[in-house]
DNA sequence: TGGGTTAGCGACAACGTTTTCGTGTTGAAA
DNA sequence: TTTCAACACGAAAACGTTGTCGCTAACCCA
């Protein structure tokens, strides 16, 4: 076992200083030519690597960008990191993970773990509880220490940063708007509670769309889910008693939830009630009927945030006068599948 | 903005000196009760942090694993990252996300990245290239500097580390089996190409458990997929001519795929063919029908992995005379969804 | 008063870099 | 022979820690 070699071992093995190494890799013209070749052959065959670690204390800069998000084992967010990490690693930057749980608790000492030096800025999606309690001292504290933050889709307007989201309660209408011109006209609803901020876009956007349409917002068709897990008699319910002739869900797991649910009670989607979803993800692609779905381009929104961080990352070279923060909308479409007809 | 506060400012603003502050900090008794509680206190006003990075460099250890996986955008990898992230967090260390992109180029340059200091260890799934060009001096360079590596899913036996692993033959035997108890008598196999470790050894759990039943292996009915989006012919080709009574499949896209062509031609599952997959993801559970799958634990995984890893590396405090290294397998089993009936 | 102990603190090295600022040697010009 | 530039290199500081060692003053006991 070799142990990683450092510049003062080559000094010593070739007998100069460790600044003459130092120089002669980086080939500086201070060094003879001779120096620097003896040098570098050395280094090479000893496969010389610097010190990732005391580059960045030396630096102040760790090249890391920390990412911060209430759970990988969900579609979409697994795409905005990997929308991230690409833009990251093309630009000499690596991701490092943490996972809230949808509890504030974790995401505040995952923050404060990482601000120790560990990254030179965030890329976070707020958890559910954080929402909740609209807390944001963590991530306040973090860009008063000069850290640069870029928060996505699930942000707040309480905390000035750069965010990158999509416009939840358009994407929402237009999906609505389309039903509505397909012919449906007792639209129902499966969404969030409202702390959830996309959530309760979704569902602004949802109401607008029927209000435009003199379309009545009736309060029995609307399904308000706090637990995925336990929220089939509700919709089930609503299913039965009001009959609606098409659904709108604010996410993938709800819509096919709701069509299997459906099924079960022997409506046949698209036939019997119409389906859109939001999230194209795996499930929208891969369930029977695929479904008709906002589509949320996540590796578009990794990107561009990651961007978005390090522009600024390197921009702060100069001066940090400007803070101009800035809000980007990655555009939506809905994309048509099975799971929604014309009447 | 107020930069983080190292423990030289606050020496200088207490008028005492750098290694007072750290010991005063640490609750030294060398420090008098005195100091030590003014130095806490304006420690805890200025909310002082160690800063990682210097502790780092002094301790030679970074308490960050390194996690090299081909993607993420996969249900089954985002598992295991979310088991890693968990153990590892509860231990104190950070996760650092590199993907391969199935690329052994990119597999080689993050491994390398990361080896310079930037982590203590490696936690990885081998990418289909490095899979198939069988190149790994690169995992053997890291170990050959002292770091551990524990590899999990996509394995080799070229490289001597820790493993963690499901038992893919012995999985995919028992899921054959259980057809062929059904009473499945021409039983048709949906594959990867051989060089995926993990779809080789599925594929000879098939063939042995087919043997042991006295059932022909009949390669007509073996399809083996190179291009996941240029399959459709093949797979169709076979149901078409073969008419199969029954299908394996390597992993839950070729089994919903192959669900969908069944049901294109006109087949109905499991009525006219039953289906399993294997892993047991978003995919299995909410298609129409659900899917009869071979469960595949990926937070066990990650955890396990990552535990091996955390003591590999609080091991080599001692000694690392005990070059011991283990293969830990993860039990599966079937879970029995809709997809699958019995004649 | 002298010797020794101890409490309380500071200086310094070390981790691995980069970079600034010397410094000594050479050769050429005056 | 003197002077000066150019060349080639080294010493040292800095990044933020921790820990070892040494130092000073006070105190105790004989």
Redesign the pocket.
């Known amino acids: 076992m070799k142990r990683?070699?450092?510049?003062?071992q080559i000094?010593k093995e070739l007998?100069?200083?460790?600044?003459?190494?130092?120089?002669?890799?980086?080939n500086s013209?201070?060094?003879?030519?001779?120096?620097?070749q003896k040098v570098q052959a050395f280094a090479k065959l000893y496969n010389?690597?610097?010190?990732n670690?005391?580059?960045s204390?030396?630096?102040?800069k760790t090249k890391t960008i920390g990412i911060i998000i209430p759970e990988i084992v969900h579609h979409f967010f697994a795409t905005v990191i990997s929308g991230i990490e690409q833009v990251a690693n093309e630009n000499g930057y690596n991701v490092i993970v943490c996972l809230s749980d949808e509890s504030f608790d974790k995401e505040v000492i995952n923050m404060e773990m990482l601000a120790n030096?560990s990254t030179d800025g965030f890329i976070m999606s707020l958890s559910k509880e954080t929402q909740q309690k609209k807390d944001f001292h963590h991530i306040q504290e973090v860009i008063n220490q000069g850290m640069p933050v870029v928060m996505f889709d699930r942000v707040t307007n309480d905390v000035l940063c750069d965010k990158v989201i999509i416009d939840d309660q358009l994407a929402a209408y237009d999906a609505v708007d389309f039903l509505v011109r397909q012919g449906f006209k007792n639209i129902g609803l499966v969404t969030t509670v409202d702390y959830v901020s996309v959530g309760k876009l979704r569902t602004e956007g949802y109401v607008n769309a029927l209000n435009d349409h003199d379309l009545p917002i009736n309060d029995n068709i609307i399904v308000k889910i706090e637990d995925i897990d336990n929220c089939a008699a509700k919709i089930e319910a609503m299913l039965q008693n009001n009959k609606p002739d098409a659904i709108f869900a604010v996410n993938e797991l709800f819509a096919v939830t709701t069509i299997k649910l459906a099924n079960k009670m022997g409506l046949k989607v698209p036939e019997d009630i119409s389906v859109i979803g939001f999230t194209d993800g795996i499930i929208s692609q891969f369930s029977t009927p695929t479904i008709t779905t906002v589509s949320q381009n996540g590796i578009k929104m990794g990107g561009r945030a990651a961007k978005m961080l390090i522009e600024r990352l390197e921009m702060e070279e100069e001066e940090d006068g400007n803070e101009q923060y800035r809000t980007e909308l990655i555009d939506t479409h809905l994309v048509h599948r099975e799971s929604t007809s014309t009447l």
Chains 1, 2 share one sequence.
């Open positions: 990683k070699v450092t510049l003062k000094a007998d100069v200083s460790i600044s003459t190494v130092s120089k002669a890799l980086r013209i201070e060094i003879s030519e001779d120096t620097r010389y690597k610097p010190n670690i005391a580059l204390l030396k630096n102040k030096g």
